[in-house]
């Protein structure tokens, strides 16, 4: 299907630190890339016949990271989630940092944001129909 997003890829000062938070918190495989001629790990979210989701990658960050409470310079992916406050304090265990608290989408979800362990920025959202 065209002009849907296919890939993504995460930033990292550090990318093993980040390897092990997105894998700790999430679940994810992430696997270094032996191949190439950059530094680079493939991340599965989930199997390949798996609907719904994407599969991305990790970089080291090829220059500084925007400085606290800047404004985003890429794209924020968003998690979905079955329980918000449990990958919420999973986050927090591992690192990150609470960038927009958790918030109701009245009629539909729980949404918030969370500062990696890089300093990216990543939602949550749990859909529920009860949220207010």
Do not use: S
């Not at 894998?23 to 390949?48: H, L």
């Not at 890429?74 to 591992?94: P, Q, R």
């Amino acid at each position: 299907m065209p002009n849907r997003v296919a890939h993504f890829e995460i930033h990292a000062d550090n990318p093993e630190r980040a390897a092990a938070f997105y894998t700790d918190v999430f679940g994810w495989k992430i696997t270094k890339w032996e191949g190439g001629q950059m530094e680079y790990w493939m991340v599965e979210t989930g199997g390949r016949e798996e609907p719904g989701g994407i599969n991305g990658g990790l970089v080291r960050r090829p220059c500084p990271a925007p400085a606290a409470a800047q404004g985003l310079n890429a794209f924020c992916c968003t998690m979905v989630v079955d329980n918000y406050d449990d990958v919420a304090a999973k986050i927090l265990a591992h690192g990150g940092t609470v960038a927009m608290p958790k918030f109701a989408l009245t009629g539909m979800a729980w949404q918030g944001y969370f500062i990696d362990t890089e300093g990216n920025t990543i939602g949550l959202h749990q859909a529920d129909v009860n949220a207010k």
